[in-house]
């Protein structure tokens, strides 16, 4: 029974700790990275990708789902770039370009699956005796891609006129622009989520497995 209050008790001081990094790095300029174009690249998705490798699946979609709720407040109060607004908030608007019910499925849903796809991939990955590096490292990368892919691909079939015509440019050039996007944002972000689930994850799970053995 104590070991089990004990368990418990931990888990929720780490979700806790994680939940206030997610914060952080959400709501201050810590959590920004120097990015080219009009996509802003961040550390938002590290903390979802750490709680998904350190304490399972369901508590990373949990703490994916808070980062959608805080990325979601970002852009609708103090949007990074006001101008591409409109396709993370149905409150924002730029002349007719108007976000939608779609906004909320682009801002929420890839943050979700960040923590699914990472804790989903370990598990499989471990089944698989992968190496533990490549096993933990593949899985952060992965989750992370989960978000770019999604977030640009729900721009493109949702808002791909509106958000052209926000930018200046034709329909015909958006997937250039899309694909710069994740070379220059979704890479760098996709690098550091699998750095992170190794070298951060990796050690807190063995740490905490062999305390509570």
Sequence with gaps: MRTSVSRNTVRLAQFSLLLA??????????GSLPA???????????????????????????????????SFLVW??????PVIAFVFTPAYSLGASKGSFWSLVICFVPRILVGTVTGACLKLFTKLH?????????????????????????IYLFFGSS??????????????????????????EALLGGISAYAIGYPVRRHLAHNFE
Excluded: D, H, R, W
């Excluded at 990094?21 to 810590?30: K, Q, S």
């Excluded at 009009?38 to 998904?52: D, E, K, Y």
């Excluded at 200046?168 to 958006?174: D, Y």
């Design 21 to 30: 990094l997610e914060a952080v790095v959400c709501f201050t300029p810590l």
């Design 36 to 70: 080219i174009g009009m996509m802003v690249a961040t550390l938002g998705m590290i903390p979802v990708i750490v709680t998904a490798v350190v304490m399972g699946t369901g508590a990373g979609t949990l703490m994916g789902a808070f980062a959608g709720l805080f």
């Design 76 to 81: 609708t109060f103090m949007p990074p770039n």
């Design 130 to 154: 992968m190496k533990n590096v490549l096993a933990y490292s593949l899985s952060g990368v992965l989750g992370s891609l989960m978000n770019t892919v999604l977030v640009l691909g729900g």
């Design 163 to 188: 958000y052209a015509t926000a930018l200046g440019q034709n329909l015909g050039a958006l997937p250039a622009i899309l694909g710069l996007a994740v070379l220059t944002n979704g890479l760098p």
